[in-house]
């Protein structure tokens, strides 16, 4: 099983950038698309950035379109989500996940089932001040 460990977050103010990364014990971790989710106090976890396999594709969801960015190495095993602008509805904890399937769009966002998933990281706390 492909075990993924997050790093990067922190406090920052309102304005401000964080990056992000997610390193995966396995070289099966190419084999996979790759998620950025978070959860907020409260709220139910979102799916924030996906990336395919290969890295070509990438989706967003549409509240961190435009200042959000995912990539990966997977010569390095990691995938990355670098966040500009945030917001303190940024607020949240990000975790990464291990895909079966790349979710391109809200449709496949949201048929996600708990078996497509291969694994998911601890979790890395982000607290965006105002």
């Known amino acids: 099983q492909v075990r993924l460990a997050e790093s990067g977050g922190g406090l920052v103010q309102a304005g401000g950038s964080l990056k992000l990364s997610c390193a995966a014990s396995?070289?099966?971790?190419?084999?996979?698309?790759m998620d950025w989710f978070r959860q907020a106090p409260g709220k139910e976890r979102e799916l924030v950035a996906a990336?395919?396999?290969?890295?070509?594709?990438?989706y967003y969801t549409d509240s961190v379109k435009g200042r959000s960015t995912i990539s990966r190495d997977n010569a390095k095993n990691t995938v990355d989500l670098e966040m500009n602008s945030l917001k303190p509805e940024d607020t949240a904890v990000y975790y990464c996940?291990?895909?079966?399937?790349?979710?391109?769009?809200?449709?496949?966002?949201?048929?996600?089932?708990?078996?497509?998933?291969?694994?998911w990281g601890q979790g890395t706390q982000v607290t965006v001040s105002s």
């Open positions: 990336i395919s396999a290969g890295g070509s594709t990438t």
């Open positions: 996940a291990a895909d079966l399937i790349f979710r391109g769009n809200l449709a496949t966002a949201a048929a996600a089932r708990s078996t497509d998933f291969i694994s």
């Open positions: 396995e070289r099966a971790f190419s084999s996979y698309a």
